[in-house]
T-cell receptor
Framework: AQKVTQAQTEISVVEKEDVTLDCVYE???????LFWYKQPPSGELVFLIR??????QNEISGRYSWNFQKSTSSFNFTITASQVVDSAVYFC??????????????FGTGTQLKVEL | GAVVSQHPSRVICKSGTSVKIECRSL??????MFWYRQFPKQSLMLMAT?????????EQGVEKDKFLINHASLTLSTLTVTSAHPEDSSFYIC????????????FGPGTRLTVL
């Protein structure tokens, strides 16, 4: 059975600090996809990244970066120079078995990030 | 880009009434859609998988007679909460798989249901 663990329930940082959100996953499939979503107070999920199990390259997109390590089953997310607008709940999710990641998602419990001035 | 809409975005109803929520893929065909539920300050939990032209597959613990799903076309799935009660108050969010593309899935904006 698939499982996603986000051990950090809430993180508070001061603006301009770097912050890393942890995600550990469990799956028996060799083909799977990992995702990160941002959920602001409005509730709508904002897609951040999709990564397949065969691509362990780290990725950087502006202030965001992701570190995928199959050896530790982790897919961590770092925000550099955090801003108040980054305040939200962030979810890590896993989809098994279907190329493209279009299968049902198992979500972690989410990490509430608060960025203060 | 791929867009999924939900209607209504917010609904308040009295206990005992039924509420229908629509999930539409606007610019792609979706033979499969997923319905998730999110209680306040909790994660998203899959309720059911909706398949066009066939019966939905429900997750363990989700009452299929209470949460009726109809996926009658390639762009529309509906979730009907029958005889709603206050404990059904939640954020319902759907996603749709782009069957004709790369099998990516896209989320709708969600529907906030409040049952009085």
């Amino acid at each position: 059975a698939q499982k996603v663990t986000q051990a950090q329930t809430e993180i508070s940082v001061v603006e301009k600090e770097d912050v890393t959100l942890d995600c550990v996953y469990e799956t028996r499939d060799t083909t799977y996809y990992l995702f990160w979503y941002k959920q602001p107070p409005s509730g709508e999920l904002v897609f951040l990244i999709r990564r397949n199990s065969f691509d362990e390259q780290n990725e950087i997109s502006g202030r965001y970066s992701w570190n995928f390590q199959k050896s530790t089953s982790s897919f961590n997310f770092t925000i550099t120079a955090s801003q108040v607008v980054d305040s939200a709940v962030y979810f890590c999710a896993l989809s098994e078995g279907l190329t493209g990641g279009g299968n049902k998602l198992t979500f972690g419990t989410g990490t509430q990030l608060k960025v203060e001035l | 880009g791929a867009v999924v809409s939900q209607h209504p975005s917010r609904v308040i109803c009295k206990s005992g009434t039924s509420v229908k929520i629509e999930c539409r893929s606007l610019d792609f065909q979706a033979t499969t859609m997923f319905w998730y539920r999110q209680f306040p300050k909790q994660s998203l939990m899959l309720m059911a998988t909706s398949n066009e032209g066939s019966k939905a597959t429900y997750e363990q613990g989700v009452e299929k007679d209470k949460f009726l799903i109809n996926h009658a076309s390639l762009t529309l799935s509906t979730l009907t909460v029958t005889s709603a009660h206050p404990e059904d108050s939640s954020f319902y969010i759907c996603s749709a798989r782009d069957s004709g593309g790369a099998n990516e899935q896209f989320f709708g904006p969600g529907t906030r249901l409040t049952v009085l």
